[in-house]
């Protein structure tokens, strides 16, 4: 699975591949809770060279690269995706909080 941190550029590709009467179950890989500077490190390791200059080019200095990705704001711009596959990229604890929190404040049942 693929990761992203474009909502539109996510939400564009499931509306092309429904208009192609494709009906599989679409899986939307996120990145889970984690610092910027390791969402920045782990897209160079996986060769997102464009996602990671994106970052950079946006001005995130030096302090900026030790705030907290928070995937709250990219769910709540998704549509039409069954589920989601969570990248742990700050380790399991960060992200079982995270999960906890989410699904507490969705009346989700895990």
Same mark, same amino acid.
């Given at each position: 699975t693929q990761?992203? =941190?474009n /909502?539109? &550029?996510i939400n564009a590709w499931i509306q092309q591949v429904r208009d192609q009467n494709i009906t599989n179950s679409i899986h939307?890989?996120?990145?889970? /809770?984690?610092k910027i500077k390791t969402l920045?490190?782990? &897209? $160079?390791i996986c060769g997102v060279q464009?996602?990671?200059? %994106? %970052? $950079? @080019?946006q001005?995130? @200095?030096l302090i !900026? !690269? =030790? #705030?907290?990705?928070? /995937?709250n704001? #990219?769910?709540?711009q998704l549509k039409g995706y069954d589920r989601l596959h969570l990248f742990t990229f700050g380790g399991l604890k960060m992200a079982s909080k995270w999960l906890i929190e989410f699904n507490a404040s969705k009346n989700l049942i895990l």
């Open positions: 990761w992203s =941190f /909502p539109m &550029a939307v890989g996120i990145p889970g /809770p984690t920045i490190n782990y &897209a $160079k464009a996602s990671a200059q %994106l %970052l $950079k @080019n001005g995130i @200095n !900026k !690269k =030790f #705030l907290i990705h928070d /995937p704001r #990219l769910i709540n």
